[in-house]
């Protein structure tokens, strides 16, 4: 699906194929079809941070600033991992996986 598989080269974390090398299916499905994986990524980086908030403010009894500071950190290094998660998430919500598809 991607171009580069590494998400931390993060200069090419967006650049995507043109079409499915297993089934040849196009992945821009109309223009700026991945602009609604923007919803998609906030509500993963939403949860990502409550993640960071509980486990550092009620498991390691971290104050309210320190919190702030582990969601900043948490938030900045799982970046490339949400963006290519939300992208797959988002064409998932519209196309189905086939796993027969291609083999003719």
């Known amino acids: 699906m991607y171009s580069d598989k590494n998400p931390l080269h993060l200069t090419k974390v967006l650049k995507m194929n043109d079409n499915c090398s ?21 509500g993963l980086n939403v949860a990502v941070g409550i ?12 104050s309210i600033g320190e919190s702030f500071i582990a969601i900043v950190i948490t938030l900045i290094v799982l970046f490339p991992f949400v963006l290519r998660l939300s992208r797959n998430l988002y064409i998932n919500m519209f196309i189905s996986y086939d796993p027969k598809a291609g083999q003719e």
């Open 51 to 62: 993640a960071a908030f509980i486990i550092s403010f009620v498991f390691f009894g971290a």
């Open 22 to 42: 297993h089934c040849g299916l196009k992945y821009q499905i109309e223009p700026s079809f991945f602009y609604g994986a923007m919803y998609v990524s906030y």
